[in-house]
T-cell receptor, first 115, second 116 residues
Framework: GAVVSQHPSWVICKSGTSVKIECRSL??????MFWYRQFPKQSLMLMAT?????????EQGVEKDKFLINHASLTLSTLTVTSAHPEDSSFYIC???????????FGSGTRLTVV | KNQVEQSPQSLIILEGKNCTLQ??????????LRWYKQDTGRGPVSLTI?????NTKSNGRYTATLDADTKQSSLHITASQLSDSASYIC???????????????FGAGTRLAVHP
């Protein structure tokens, strides 16, 4: 149980375009989802916390207009990187919180390359 | 400042050998400590979760220990296999919320390479 599906697993896009990444909880309802960014050989950095039906809470230094987060249902959160630039190239990972008191499950990640 | 420090940064061992990874934390208030395995290009997968009252927890060949007094944890891998090659991340949950619904503080990870 507690499976989080993240798509796509990798994407290449041109500078200036937008890219959407989906995170779905397959067998549970996730009232809260988290989006992380990871650079090579570094650990995960929290970008934002996404609550179903309300606005996301962004960490300091993360541009909310650039990284649009939508959590319209209990099983789906999306991260849209708008007007992507090469410096946005990174590994993006979502996680979802579930009813187990200590339950956090991570998606498999999305490798974004902006050319 | 809440911090999680892991050592060593990287480690190479031969297949079949044991190894121990270290995690020191300064997180308050402490809720729980987790060890994750992250394969290259994949998301982290949970190995163990320990609360304040737990000293040790095993998951197959992985055994985690927690000393809440010294704020140290270790992850011991027994009889390593090639598939153990990955990054191992120590994550401490901070906060006073119920259960584990608190802020996660991530360590930088230990990159383990198991060679034949």
């Amino acid at each position: 149980g507690a499976v989080v599906s993240q798509h796509p697993s990798w994407v290449i896009c041109k500078s200036g375009t937008s890219v959407k990444i989906e995170c779905r909880s397959l067998d549970f309802q996730a009232t809260t989802m988290f989006w992380y960014r990871q650079f090579p050989k570094q650990s995960l950095m929290l970008m934002a916390t996404s609550n179903e039906g309300s606005k996301a809470t962004y960490e300091q230094g993360v541009e909310k207009d650039k990284f649009l987060i939508n959590h319209a249902s209990l099983t789906l959160s999306t991260l849209t990187v708008t007007s992507a630039h090469p410096e946005d190239s990174s590994f993006y990972i979502c996680s979802a919180r579930w009813t187990d008191p200590y339950g956090y499950t991570f998606g498999s990640g999305t490798r974004l390359t902006v050319v | 400042k809440n911090q999680v420090e892991q050592s060593p940064q990287s480690l190479i061992i031969l297949e079949g050998k044991n190894c121990t990874l270290q995690c020191n934390y300064t997180v308050s208030p402490f809720s729980n400590l987790r060890w994750y395995k992250q394969d290259t290009g994949r998301g982290p997968v949970s190995l163990t979760i320990m609360t304040f009252s737990e000293n040790t927890k095993s998951n197959g060949r992985y055994t985690a220990t927690l000393d809440a007094d010294t704020k140290q944890s270790s992850l011991h891998i027994t009889a390593s296999q090639l598939s153990d090659s990955a990054s191992y991340i120590c994550v401490v949950s901070a906060g006073r919320g119920s259960g584990g619904y608190n802020k996660l503080i991530f360590g930088a990870g230990t990159r383990l390479a198991v060679h034949p």
